[in-house]
């Protein structure tokens, strides 16, 4: 492989002295689960979304779900979400055992379509949940007006935008709480599983809190049927040493995105795009192109890793081709299926070395002028 998809050993090695300390540190205190190291990071991360509250869950799908839980959204409510997503959104929802209501998304953003929204809210409609794909945040005024005139909650999926700002404010505190992955390759990875919830909503946190420890705030007490979600000190440490990077590497993916929109704006791939209220985090740099198939196996044999974000959209997964409701059974999202067959990511993150971005993009220019494809 002449440039991996993904480079997560050189995030380990850039911070190796840190990190070793680190686990030296949370080894010799004999305290893994809930303790100094998880409170630090909570109040870290808060700070850094500019929220009021984080609380640290095992991971991004289960910070969504205790969201929901915490909402009382359950069975017989619906909860919007958008149809080009990464399964997990959906899951979160079938999960607290409310459904899924998919919405097409808008084709230059290909985050939730907001003039779509209002005709797929009914009475069951509990909430919208937006995903900012990619690291780009959606388009949260007219969502967060939508929600607001008919009694919704908002949820955003942030587990792709950990520090993107949507009209100057950040991922997190957008709506009425926030759904974070770390999942090692996320802008913010761990090394290993881990999640948070962020809210300004004092309940909404206390709930959380509550229900990601066995339903107990008092040990052996227990109020409610709870789960056990926590994000343990280890990675909540590690976290902490990783969150000061944070800017200066989302920083680095932006350098890599500004040089592949320069570099290849003269080709016909479809690229990113950018409205001018958003601060995107570069999660994933996706391209499009009507012959995607045959470009990805093009850029294989040159030895570009790319990879496909995603290839099948949730409601043509096998998960939910038998599980919709028969209403939903004959509807079909053009957009997101056209999309889905056209994407390609190619590399980028905060080891990606300006000598392999330049590789990137002269094989890229190469493939597509050569009328290879
Ligand atoms: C990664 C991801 C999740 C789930 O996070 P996990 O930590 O893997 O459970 C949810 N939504 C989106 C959009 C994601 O990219």
């Known amino acids: 492989m002449i440039v991996p998809f993904l480079d997560l050993k050189a995030a380990y090695l850039e911070l190796q002295q840190e990190l070793d300390a680190v686990y030296q540190r949370v080894m010799n205190s004999g305290w893994y689960i809930l303790g100094k190291e998880i409170e630090a990071f909570e109040q870290e991360f808060a700070a850094y979304c500019e929220a009021q ?23 017989g409510d619906e909860v919007i979400v958008p149809a080009n997503t990464y399964i ?13 209501v998919p919405v097409e998304p808008d084709e230059m953003t290909y985050n939730i379509n907001p003039d779509l929204i209002e005709v797929a809210i009914t009475e069951r409609t509990k909430a919208i949940l937006p995903v900012h794909l990619y690291g780009q945040p959606a388009d949260m005024d007219p969502i967060n007006d939508l929600a607001h005139h008919y009694g919704l909650k908002v949820i955003e999926d942030a587990a792709q935008a950990h520090g993107a700002r949507y009209k100057g404010r950040r991922t997190g505190g957008l709506g009425d709480a926030a759904g974070f992955s770390f999942y090692p390759g996320k802008n913010l990875g761990a090394f290993g599983d881990g999640g ?40 909540a440490a590690f976290l902490r040493v990783k969150l000061t990077k944070l800017d200066e590497w989302n920083e680095r993916r932006k350098l890599a995105a500004q040089y592949y929109l320069d570099r290849l704006s003269q080709t016909d791939l479809k690229l990113p795009y950018v409205p001018e209220w958003v601060t995107p985090v570069w999660h994933l740099f996706v391209v499009s192109h009507p012959q995607r198939d045959k470009l990805k ?19 043509l997964s096998d998960a939910y081709t038998g599980g919709l409701e028969s209403n939903w059974k004959t509807n079909i999202y053009p957009i997101t299926e056209a999309i889905s067959n056209q994407i390609l990511s190619i590399p980028i ?8 971005t330049t590789i990137v993009v002269e094989t890229l220019l190469k493939v597509l002028k050569d009328d290879t494809i």
Not at 299 to 310: A, E
């Open 349 to 356: 993150g905060p080891h990606l070395e300006q000598t392999k």
């Open 53 to 75: 509250y984080c609380i640290g869950v095992g991971n991004g799908l289960d910070a969504l779900h205790l969201i929901l839980r915490s909402l009382g959204i359950g069975p």
């Open 196 to 235: 948070a919830v962020v809210t300004n909503d004092p309940y909404i946190a206390d709930q959380v809190r509550v229900l990601r420890n066995y339903g107990s705030r008092v040990k052996y007490y227990n109020e409610v049927q709870g789960f056990n979600s926590r994000l343990d000190e280890l990675q």
């Open 88 to 100: 997990a959104t959906w899951l979160a929802v079938s999960y607290a055992g409310a459904t899924p």
């Open 297 to 315: 196996n093009y850029l294989d044999k040159f030895g570009l890793g790319t990879l496909i974000h995603y290839p099948i959209p949730p409601h």
